[in-house]
C-alpha cells in the first residue's frame, strides 16, 4: 500500500533540518509516530528525525544542539513557537541490542541503514520513515497496512519488543485508545504473558502513558483491555477487587469494575478534564473493601473515605502533580454528597462549598452526573440534581470562609485585648457556622456580639460547637450507618 503525504504540513523547521543533514552528505528520514500521524491526516504531536549521521556529527553541523544522553539522540534547538518543533530530536539509526532493565539498551551500535534502525522500533505504525526529498515512505513492515485496518501489531517478535522495554504493553494499549485501533492478536497474548514485566518500569513513567490513556477518546475500553491483559493487576491492584463485585440492582445495573468503566468513558464524552476523569475511575474504588451485606442488601459504607486515601496513595505514586492529587482526592472523598432538596438545606449546601470549594463545587456535580450514567441510570441530571445545582447557585456568594467574615483576628485581638492563639481561630469557626447557618448574620455589630460571648467558653467548648455544627444530615446518617455497621458486621 502506497499512502500519499502532503508535504505542505510538513513544517519549515523540520524541512529545514533535513536540508542540513543531507547537504553534509548524510541521510535524512522523518520517521515514526509524526510519519504515522501524517499518513492519518493529522497534526503530529512531536516530529523525530533518523539519520546515518553519528552524534558527534550532528552536533557540528547545527550550532544550537545539545547531547545529553547515551543512546545517540541529539537534540536540536529551533526558534519556533510551537512547543512540539522547539526541541527536534535526531537519532542516528540504531542497531537492535540486548536490554539491561527492560527500557535501556546494554550497549548502542549506530548503522549506516535504515532498515536497521526500523527494525528495532516498537509497532509496525511507527515504523515507517519518509524521504522527504523523494517522498518515498519505507515501510518495511506493512504499518501503513496496519493503519488502514485498524491493528497494533509489534515489530517482529512481540515477546522480545516487550523485554526490551516493558513500557510498551502499555504503550499498546495508549494507541488503541487514541486511535481506536485493535491490539493484533499475537501482540495481545504477548502482552498478557509478558504483563510481569511492567514492575520494572518506573511508575513516573506508566504515569505519564497512564494519563494519556486517560485523556484519550475511549479510556475505559483501553482500562478495560487493560485489565483483560493483566497489566492493571500489576500498577493499581485494588482495581481486581472491583471485577465481579457486585452491587445492588436496584441502584446499580452493573458490578463495581463495569461501572466505573462507564463512569469514566461517560466524562471522556462530555470532554471533562483530566481531574473529573481520574475522579471517575477511582470514586468506587474502595467498594470491595467496604462491601456489608445484609440479607438481600448490600452496602459499601465509608467508601468514599477509604477511596480517597487509596486515590491519593496511586496517583502520587504515578507522579501526579500535588494539584491533581489533591483535587482528585477531594473529589472522590465528596462524591456521595447528600442531594436530597426535600430534605437538604442551603446553609447545608453551603457547608458543602465550604468543604470542596467554590473551584471545584462544580466538578463534584459533573463528577455526580458521569456517577449516574455509569450507574444505568437514563438522565444525567434528574429533578432533584437540577434543583440543587439551582440551590448552589442561590448560595455560590455567600460567604462561606473565615477569610470571608466581616471580622478578622486583628479585629479580636484589637477589641478583646487577646494575644496571638489558637482560640482566635476557634473563635472564627465558630463565627463562620454561624453564618454559613445564615448569612445575614455576617455583620461586624452581630459578629463582635457574639464573640463577646464565645470568649467565655473554653478551647474544648469553643471546640465542641465547631464540631456539633459542621455536621450535616448526611455526616448524622454516616454515625447512624456505622453505629449499625459496628453491630452487625458481616466480612
Not at 467496604?290 to 505514586?317: M, P, Q
Not at 494539584?323 to 465528596?334: F, G, S
Not at 483576628?409 to 465558630?430: C, E, Q, S, T, Y
Request: with cysteine; net charge positive.
Amino acid at each position: 500500500m502506497n499512502s500519499q503525504i502532503d508535504t505542505t504540513k510538513i513544517p519549515i523547521e523540520i524541512k529545514q533540518i533535513d536540508s542540513k543533514l543531507k547537504s553534509a552528505g548524510f541521510e535524512s528520514f522523518i520517521v515514526g509516530g509524526c510519519v504515522r500521524d501524517l499518513i492519518l491526516n493529522k497534526k503530529p504531536k512531536d516530529w523525530d528525525i533518523t539519520t546515518n549521521a553519528k552524534p558527534e556529527e550532528i552536533l557540528k553541523i547545527f550550532e544550537n544542539s545539545f547531547y545529553e544522553n547515551d543512546y545517540g539522540t541529539v537534540g536540536v534547538k529551533t526558534d519556533s513557537e510551537d512547543q512540539s518543533l522547539s526541541v527536534v530530536e535526531i537519532t542516528p539509526y540504531r542497531i537492535e541490542s540486548d536490554y539491561k532493565d527492560k527500557r535501556h539498551p546494554n550497549t548502542v551500535i549506530f548503522s549506516q541503514k535504515i532498515t536497521d534502525d526500523l527494525k528495532r522500533r516498537d509497532f509496525t505504525i511507527n515504523s515507517m520513515a519518509f524521504n522527504l526529498d523523494k517522498g518515498q515512505i519505507i515501510d518495511d513492515y506493512k504499518g501503513q497496512n496496519d493503519l488502514f485496518n485498524g491493528l497494533i501489531r509489534a515489530v517482529g517478535d512481540p515477546d522480545k519488543r516487550f523485554r526490551e522495554d516493558a513500557l510498551r504493553m502499555l504503550r499498546a494499549i495508549r494507541f488503541s485508545a487514541e486511535l481506536g485501533f485493535i491490539i493484533e492478536q499475537k501482540t495481545a497474548e504477548s502482552i498478557a504473558q509478558n504483563a510481569e514485566l511492567i514492575k520494572y518500569v518506573s511508575f513516573e513513567r506508566i504515569g505519564e502513558e497512564f494519563k494519556k490513556i486517560i485523556m484519550s477518546k475511549n479510556p475505559a475500553m483501553a482500562i478495560g483491555i487493560a485489565q483483560k491483559l493483566n497489566i492493571i493487576k500489576y500498577i493499581i491492584p485494588i482495581f481486581e477487587d472491583s471485577v465481579g463485585c457486585v452491587q445492588n440492582k436496584e441502584a446499580h445495573k452493573y458490578d463495581v469494575w463495569e461501572h466505573s468503566l462507564k463512569t469514566l468513558q461517560h466524562s471522556a464524552d462530555k470532554n471533562f478534564s483530566l481531574e473529573i476523569r481520574l475522579a471517575s475511575l477511582f470514586h468506587d474504588v474502595a467498594k470491595p473493601k467496604t462491601k456489608f451485606e445484609e440479607g438481600n442488601k448490600t452496602t459499601f459504607y465509608n467508601h468514599e473515605v477509604v477511596g480517597a486515601k487509596v486515590t491519593r496513595e496511586t496517583l502520587k505514586k504515578m507522579a501526579f502533580s500535588k494539584e491533581i492529587v489533591d483535587k482528585v482526592t477531594l473529589l472522590v472523598r465528596h462524591h456521595m454528597f447528600f442531594s436530597d432538596t426535600e430534605q437538604i438545606t442551603h446553609s447545608a449546601v453551603r457547608r458543602l462549598i465550604a468543604k470542596v470549594g467554590k473551584d471545584n463545587i462544580w466538578d463534584l456535580i459533573n463528577l455526580r452526573i458521569c456517577d449516574r450514567i455509569g450507574s444505568g441510570r437514563p438522565k444525567e441530571e434528574p429533578y432533584r440534581l437540577r434543583k440543587f445545582q439551582s440551590m448552589i447557585e442561590e448560595v455560590i456568594r455567600d460567604p462561606i470562609s473565615v477569610s470571608m467574615l466581616k471580622i478578622d483576628g486583628n479585629d479580636l485581638m484589637k477589641m478583646f485585648h487577646m494575644k496571638p492563639g489558637p482560640k482566635i481561630g476557634l473563635i472564627l469557626h465558630a463565627l463562620l457556622e454561624e453564618v454559613l447557618e445564615d448569612p445575614a448574620k455576617n455583620e461586624k455589630m452581630f459578629l463582635v456580639k457574639h464573640s463577646e460571648e464565645l470568649l467565655k467558653l473554653s478551647d474544648e467548648e469553643l471546640k465542641k460547637i465547631g464540631e456539633k455544627a459542621k455536621k450535616t444530615k448526611e455526616d448524622k446518617d454516616l454515625e447512624e450507618i456505622n453505629t449499625l455497621r459496628k453491630k452487625r458486621f458481616v466480612k
